[in-house]
């Protein structure tokens, strides 16, 4: 079926890379369009197969996920696509590399089977996706690093409503969620998603998500905890 999310699973365990297609092909909007076990080869299928979200490891030999992910987001003809790292673990370092070089979002191997198509789904529609640990842990890396002061409101800008509608974006809610918590229509938020886009540059979700922090919306990491959506 040509609407069906296509997506390229990059792991280095023939088991696991099996394991993820039984789960991806098993939902209806689904489908695995390509496998890679290398960092370099995952860009090398991405850039021929051209999928809508790529579903990367990060420790791998010839080129980790981190340079793999940082590969695909440079490639112009690669806009379209999302990267969703996957890993076993969720050491800092690998989160905030992770959404340097680009990534969409970063997901635990232990998260149930209907949370990952979940977060498939959300990375193809343009959210970001975080583990609630995760994401405790990202809030918490800018809230305590040193510093100036963060301003207590968003960028000059933004109108109140998108001041907003960043806020609840940064405590991981959905479309649907923010929509519902700030009783505005699921248009009219992915209306705001698209001019916050472009007003801070940002390349997606995540880095409107790393905006939120940086400009001190989210007051804590309980904040983000609450988010029924994280």
């Known amino acids: 079926m040509s609407d069906r999310t296509r997506v390229l699973v990059v792991d280095d365990q023939p088991l696991i890379r099996h394991s993820l297609r039984l789960v991806i092909d098993g939902a209806p909007d689904l489908t695995v369009v390509g496998e890679a076990h290398t960092g370099a080869t995952a860009v090398a299928q991405a850039a021929r197969l051209r999928p809508d979200v790529v579903l990367m490891d990060i420790r791998m030999p010839d080129g980790d996920g981190i340079d793999a992910t940082r590969g695909i987001v440079a490639d112009p003809a690669l806009a379209g696509t999302r990267v969703l790292v996957l890993s076993m673990f969720e050491l800092d370092?690998?989160?905030?590399?992770?959404?340097?070089?680009?990534?969409?979002?970063?997901?635990?191997?232990?998260?149930?089977?209907?949370?990952?198509?979940?977060?498939?789904?959300?990375?193809?529609?343009?959210?970001?996706l975080f583990a609630?640990?995760?994401?405790?842990?990202?809030?918490?890396?800018?809230?305590?690093?040193?510093?100036?002061?963060r301003p207590a409101r968003g960028p000059d800008v933004l109108t109140e409503r998108e001041t907003e509608v960043l806020t609840q974006v940064g405590r991981?809610?959905?479309?649907?969620?923010?929509?519902?918590?700030?009783?505005?229509?699921?248009?009219?938020?992915?209306?705001?998603?698209?001019?916050?886009?472009?007003?801070?540059?940002?390349?997606?979700?995540?880095?409107l998500v790393i905006a939120a922090y940086e400009h001190g919306l989210v007051g804590s990491a309980g904040d983000a905890l609450s988010a029924p959506g994280s």
């Not at 191997?109 to 990952?116: I, Q, T």
């Not at 959905?174 to 248009?187: F, V, W, Y």
Request: glycine residues 8%; hydrophobic residues 40%.
């Open 132 to 149: 609630p640990s995760i994401l405790q842990r990202l809030v918490a890396h800018y809230l305590d690093r040193p510093g100036p002061a």
């Open 93 to 128: 370092e690998h989160v905030h590399a992770a959404l340097r070089a680009g990534a969409s979002g970063f997901l635990l191997k232990d998260a149930e089977p209907e949370r990952l198509v979940d977060a498939v789904r959300r990375t193809r529609a343009g959210e970001s």
């Open 172 to 207: 991981g809610l959905s479309n649907d969620e923010i929509g519902t918590a700030l009783t505005i229509s699921r248009g009219t938020v992915k209306s705001h998603i698209g001019s916050l886009l472009a007003k801070l540059h940002a390349r997606d979700r995540a880095q």
